[in-house]
């Protein structure tokens, strides 16, 4: 009678060790992001300057990435299209990409918005993770959605 409590108690035991491995595991990898924040605008003489902060957790590096990119003006008529090329971003990095728009003035801008992909490559990448996972936000009074 001794053993099959015993036998019971070993399989009660390496049952929750199972399920606690699964969560430890489960915590320990965050999922696929890319996150993208327009981190200040700000006139550059006729020039209209964009800085952006990128942060690339897709667990492989970006070789080449650029996006589409639509500006609006205060009273949400299209500005102007734009490609913004962000080049290369390393996995687990952040990097910092300013554009300039010329002949631009800031004041006159509400919205950015990011209109589609027109490159991410690199790695282990399919060519749609840089959208798929892109997180947008603002540190501006300016939009930015996608």
Same mark, same amino acid.
Request: charged residues 20%; negative net charge.
């Given at each position: 009678?001794?053993?099959?409590?015993?036998?019971?108690?070993?399989?009660?035991?390496?049952?929750?060790?199972?399920?606690?491995?699964?969560?430890?595991?489960?915590?320990?990898?965050?999922?696929?992001?890319?996150?993208?924040? $327009? &981190? #200040?605008?700000?006139?550059?003489?006729?020039?209209?300057?964009?800085? !952006?902060?990128? *942060?690339? @957790? $897709? &667990? #492989?590096?970006?070789?080449?990435?650029?996006?589409?990119?639509?500006? !609006?003006?205060? *009273?949400? @008529?299209?500005?102007?299209?734009?490609?913004?090329?962000?080049?290369?971003?390393?996995?687990?990095?952040?990097?910092?990409?300013?554009?300039?728009?010329?002949?631009?003035?800031?004041?006159?801008?509400?919205?950015?918005?990011?209109?589609?992909?027109?490159?991410?490559?690199?790695?282990?990448?399919?060519?749609?993770?840089?959208?798929?996972?892109?997180?947008?936000?603002?540190?501006?009074?300016?939009?930015?959605?996608?």
């Amino acid at each position: 009678m001794a053993i099959k409590n015993y036998t019971l108690v070993l399989h009660a035991f390496v049952a929750s060790l199972c399920v606690v491995a699964t969560a430890a595991i489960a915590q320990g990898s965050p999922p696929p992001s890319l996150s993208l924040s $327009l &981190n #200040s605008v700000e006139q550059a003489e006729q020039n209209c300057r964009l800085v !952006f902060v990128i *942060d690339n @957790k $897709l &667990n #492989s590096d970006i070789e080449k990435f650029a996006l589409e990119v639509v500006l !609006f003006t205060l *009273d949400e @008529k299209v500005e102007r299209f734009a490609l913004f090329d962000f080049n290369g971003v390393p996995v687990d990095k952040m990097r910092v990409r300013q554009f300039e728009l010329p002949e631009a003035q800031c004041s006159q801008l509400s919205k950015v918005l990011i209109n589609g992909s027109a490159a991410c490559d690199g790695g282990s990448l399919a060519g749609n993770e840089c959208l798929d996972y892109l997180n947008l936000s603002s540190k501006t009074r300016l939009e930015v959605s996608g």
